[in-house]
């Protein structure tokens, strides 16, 4: 059965640093798309980055970066240069393409806390 | 504006008081979606709708009803609602023919329904 993980609740980083927030998945679909998600407490629901199981480049957008490894498994997000703004929650998704019928699963979720 | 709109946005009710949250798209995405938020849960999907009369259930499909007779709206429907239904609940619209960044979902902003 298709499964999002995402194993930390919670974690704090420093201003202009580096985060990484992980997300493991299991499918046995050959088809699949990976996304994130920022939530702000506002409570929106913004899209920040996607890749497809076929695509050979880990995807990039902006500051915003997927480490993706699929043989792991793994789409970590990687957010380069935190600012103050990017305290949210931080979800991780898939969708299977072929059996999963575009079906979309969401993990728990991460919180971010950027510190001045 | 390219939007997804959802109402009421705040809704208190009753157990068993049938009620139906309304979603509508301007974008004419064929996907469409429901999605309930509880914490430590993440999002998990109620209902999907890859076009107008077809629809399927997602995770979590008991006690919710959806119809897609129009290819813009995909309202929700609690016919018995129960206080276990207390949620946060988004649509979600995207093009869902392929599977590419193009299925980038966009969410409404969401109802926060409580059930007394």
């Known amino acids: 059965a298709q499964k999002i993980t995402q194993t930390q609740p919670g974690m704090f980083v420093q201003e202009k640093e580096a985060v990484t927030l992980d997300c493991t998945y299991d499918t046995s679909d050959p088809s699949y798309g990976l996304f994130w998600y920022k939530q702000p407490s506002s409570g929106e629901m913004i899209f920040l980055i996607y890749q497809g199981s076929y695509d050979q480049q880990n995807a990039t957008e902006g500051r915003y970066s997927l480490n993706f490894q699929k043989a792991r498994k793994s789409a970590n997000l990687v957010i380069s240069a935190s600012q103050l703004g990017d305290s949210a929650m931080y979800f991780c998704?898939?969708?299977?393409?072929?059996?999963?019928?575009?079906?979309?699963?969401f993990g728990a979720g991460t919180r971010l806390f950027v510190k001045a | 504006e390219a939007q997804v709109t959802q109402n009421p946005r705040y809704l208190i009710t009753v157990t068993g008081k049938k009620l139906t949250v309304t979603c509508s798209q301007n974008?004419?995405?064929?996907?469409m979606s429901w999605y309930r938020q509880d914490p430590g849960l993440g999002l998990r999907q109620i209902y999907y709708?890859?076009?107008?009369?077809?629809?399927d259930k997602g995770d979590v499909p008991e006690g919710y009803k959806v119809s897609r007779k129009e290819k813009r709206n995909f309202p929700l429907i609690l016919e018995s609602p129960s206080p276990n239904q207390t949620s946060l609940y988004f649509c979600?619209?995207?093009?869902?023919?392929?599977?590419?960044?193009?299925?980038?979902?966009?969410f409404g902003p969401g109802t926060r329904l409580t059930v007394l």
């Open positions: 709708s890859m076009n107008v009369e077809v629809t």
């Open positions: 998704a898939m969708r299977e393409g072929n059996t999963g019928g575009f079906k979309t699963i």
């Open positions: 979600a619209s995207s093009h869902g023919q392929t599977m590419t960044s193009y299925n980038e979902q966009f």
């Open positions: 974008m004419n995405h064929e996907y």
